[in-house]
Every structure is written in structure tokens, then in C-alpha cells.
């Protein structure tokens, strides 16, 4: 069974500070997505990334996919109280099968 | 720009009834999805469809769900005799043909049973 583990789970930090969130599996996956969720929302989908070593950049959020594409990091630049919001990543295994989800990372900052 | 949308937003229902989940997906989109997620919980998959028929399917998508593309807007999800268990948040997704799965999600429904 494929797996994806994110860290932190819960992450509080002030405005300002930087952060790096993770999301590790022992499985090869084809692409990788992360989502952000907010409060009674659906996930909204910010970025996939597709090639092993690939780093994508977003405004102040920066993603990058593990040489080997079983892992991955999102690391926030000052961080704003707009960024609060549950993290989460979603790996494709390929062969057009359904996503695989991680737990996500529950990210508030604070004011 | 286009989204899915969901109705109800909230569904309340007693249980062993029937409760029917609506959603119309991006209009050029392909592929469709039904999601749930527990308060707290995992975003759990469900259901997958294309070309009319069910893709690919969870443990938790037993014989009491079903669902169906009617007309071609609407995708909906039926649970015949819902249970306490069934409590959730339904999302709907789409995702547009070929290449990288991108999944577009519905604010979706929040489902009572009681």
C-alpha cells in the first residue's frame, strides 16, 4: 500500500517566520501535488510537480520534488496570516490510478 | 473562471434514509470524483468516473453508494440507507483529460446523519 506522510502535522508560527513542510513516502509516484484546504472548503490545488528535482515557485511558497519523486517539501517565505490553512500533498502512482493523500500539515500563523 | 459547484451545502437526514449529492463538474472536464473527509480526518477517495462508468472505486464505495451522470452537467452521489458512519464532507472533483491528474474541487457537502 502506498503511502505519503506529511510533517509537521500541526505547525503555529508568527508573521514573518519561514517554514518547510514535508511529504515522504517510500514509493515512486509519476507527479506530486500539493493543495491548500481552508475551513469548510475543498482543496485548491497550487502546484504539481512532475520531474525528480524539479522546484517550483509560487509567489513566496516554494516546492520541490525529490531526485528520487518519493518525497517532497514546501518551504514558505515570511509567512502571512493569509497562508493559514491545511497543507496537503497528493501523489500520483501512475497508470492513471487514483491519487494517494497525505494527512496534510495544519499551518496557522499568527498576527 | 469556471468551478464546480455542489448542492446542498448542508444535508441533514435521519438514518437509513436516502440522501442524493449533487454536483456539476468544470464543463470541459473528463473525469470526476467523489471525495469525503471526517472532521479532522483524511481526504478519503470514493469513486472515479469516466466515460460513463465507474473507474476505479474504494473499500468504503460498498453496494449502498451509487452514482450517476444523468444529463451532461450534473454527476451525483447516491447513498440508499445512510448510516451514522456516513457523516461527513462530500467533495466532488473534475479533472480535465489526459496528462497529469488535476484535480478541481467543490466547496462541498456537509452531510448530518442523525
Known amino acids: 500500500t502506498q503511502l505519503l506522510e506529511q510533517s509537521p502535522q500541526f505547525l503555529s508560527i508568527q508573521e514573518g517566520e519561514n517554514l518547510t513542510v514535508y511529504c515522504n513516502s517510500s514509493?515512486?509516484?509519476?507527479?506530486l501535488q500539493w493543495y491548500r484546504q481552508e475551513p469548510g472548503e475543498g482543496p485548491v490545488l497550487l502546484v504539481t510537480?512532475?520531474?525528480g528535482g524539479e522546484v517550483k515557485k509560487l509567489k513566496r511558497l516554494t516546492f520541490q520534488f525529490g531526485d528520487a519523486r518519493k518525497d517532497s517539501s514546501l518551504h514558505i517565505t515570511a509567512a502571512q496570516p493569509g497562508d493559514t490553512g491545511l497543507y496537503l500533498c497528493?501523489?500520483?502512482?501512475?497508470?492513471?490510478?487514483?491519487?494517494?493523500w497525505g494527512l496534510g500539515t495544519s499551518l496557522a500563523v499568527n498576527p | 473562471e469556471p468551478e464546480v459547484t455542489q448542492t446542498p451545502s448542508h444535508q441533514v437526514t435521519q438514518m437509513g434514509q436516502e440522501v442524493i449529492l449533487r454536483c456539476v463538474p468544470i464543463?470541459?472536464?473528463?473525469?470526476f470524483y467523489w471525495y469525503r473527509q471526517i472532521l479532522g480526518q483524511k481526504v478519503e477517495f470514493l469513486v472515479s468516473?469516466?466515460?460513463?462508468?465507474?473507474?476505479?472505486k474504494s473499500e468504503i464505495f460498498d453496494d449502498q453508494f451509487s452514482v450517476e451522470r444523468p444529463d451532461g452537467s450534473n454527476f451525483t452521489l447516491k447513498i440508499r440507507s445512510t448510516k451514522l458512519e456516513d457523516s461527513a464532507m462530500y467533495f466532488c472533483?473534475?479533472?480535465?483529460?489526459?496528462?497529469?491528474?488535476?484535480?478541481?474541487f467543490g466547496s462541498g457537502t456537509q452531510l448530518s446523519v442523525l
Open positions: 472533483a473534475s479533472s480535465p483529460l489526459g496528462g497529469i491528474k488535476k484535480l478541481f
Open positions: 464543463s470541459n472536464h473528463l473525469y
Open positions: 468516473f469516466y466515460n460513463n462508468e465507474i473507474s476505479e
Open positions: 514509493s515512486v509516484f509519476s507527479s
Open positions: 510537480v512532475v520531474t
Open positions: 497528493a501523489g500520483e502512482p501512475g497508470n492513471n490510478r487514483k491519487l494517494i
